[in-house]
């Protein structure tokens, strides 16, 4: 994977370097353009050291913009104003526009990565708009302070990697439901459990890379979502359900991540009023609907992928209770895990599963992250 990094002259520019490393670990080889105001904010030699290349700062005998503009992704990071209408109206008058263009003309993907000031970058919106109307991609900025600020490297490093794959998922719509459900008991109390939603966070984010088109219903979660991905927020298990009978009919998969309550509380006041804590009560709790038991009823033709999750049982036992689920639910496939393993589940970085369909597959302990990309492989190895 070869990556064109420009760096133009905002004060984001100091940015630059750490996503360069970021970019490298992800296995890309990077070379750098930049322009002579990024160079008054940071030093060439910075870039050098963070691509492990010579830094192209004049076009040369070498034509670098041609040698350059067939890399798998250009990405312009930051994006000042002036690079971004210059390359709107297809103007060549330094290195890193003239570069942009003739990627242009090879229809080299071109991301593009805004930071400036707030009133600069309202003002370039139509210039903008047009260069989004003729393919180009637009990571948006956090735009903040009365600025639009540089967005976090590990989101602008997802949507490097989703250009450079092989889409295995162009033109799907995931959807992945994620994080804890919360069950009110009066205004300030309720009933959840331990997921922080780095499952399906990790999910979504192996979906989006591969192509797909991502939503994430969101319960409580414990980590940041990337704005790159439609958001719909929840709380309770009933609000995730009235939410599902909005989405579920446009999606072509749906990953059932979230940790949804087995049971809500029936009042123990009228809902409006905190209850005493100076006496004790009785809560009384009643079942809720399964989510993943009304998925096919909303869209009979989605493949859907549910977890089911138990605690110290054997592997035999994990996997009976699967089956028995996918049966029940018409999943397609399920991913079991065992809660007492030490080191996975809720809340940890690192999780151990059993993939269920006609086959099982075992997955041992390792980081969600690889756990997301072994559910992807199967799932597109049984839609397609």
Known sequence: MEVVLCVTGSV??????????????????????????????????????????????????????????RADVVLVAPATANVISKFAYKIA???????????FGYKTPIIFVPSMHHSMYQAILPNIQKL???????????????????????DITLQVLRETS????????????????FEEIDPVRGITNRSSGKMGLEIAREA??????????????????????????VESTTEMNRELEKI????????????????????AGDGEVKISSSEDITLK?????KIIDSAKKINPHIFMVGFKAEYNVSEEELVKSASRKMKESGADLMIANDLSVEGAGFGSDKNEVILVDEDVFRVPLRSKREIAQKIMERIVQKIY
Request: aromatic share 6%.
């Open 166 to 181: 092989d889409k295995s998922l162009r033109g799907k719509n995931v959807l992945v439901s994620a994080g804890a459900t």
């Open 12 to 69: 984001a520019a100091i940015e630059a370097v750490k996503l360069a490393r970021e970019l490298r670990r992800q296995g890309a080889r990077v070379k750098c353009f930049m322009s002579d105001d990024a160079c008054h904010i940071i030093h060439p030699y910075a870039m050098e050291f963070a691509t492990g290349e010579k830094v192209v700062l004049d076009l040369t005998g070498e034509i670098e913009h041609v040698k350059h503009a």
């Open 248 to 267: 579920l009919p446009h999606q072509d998969v749906f990953i059932s991540t979230a940790a949804v309550s087995d049971f809500t509380p029936e009042k």
């Open 93 to 103: 008058d330094n290195p890193i526009n003239t570069l942009l263009i003739t990627a």
């Open 285 to 289: 709790l009643k079942r809720n609907p």
């Open 132 to 154: 989004k109307e003729e393919g180009i991609i637009f990571i948006d900025p956090k735009e903040e302070e009365e600025k639009a600020k540089f967005p976090v490297v590990d």
């Open 208 to 233: 989006f890379r591969r192509g797909a088109e991502v939503t994430l219903l969101c319960a409580r979660m414990e980590v940041e979502v990337p704005p790159i991905f439609s958001k719909v927020e």
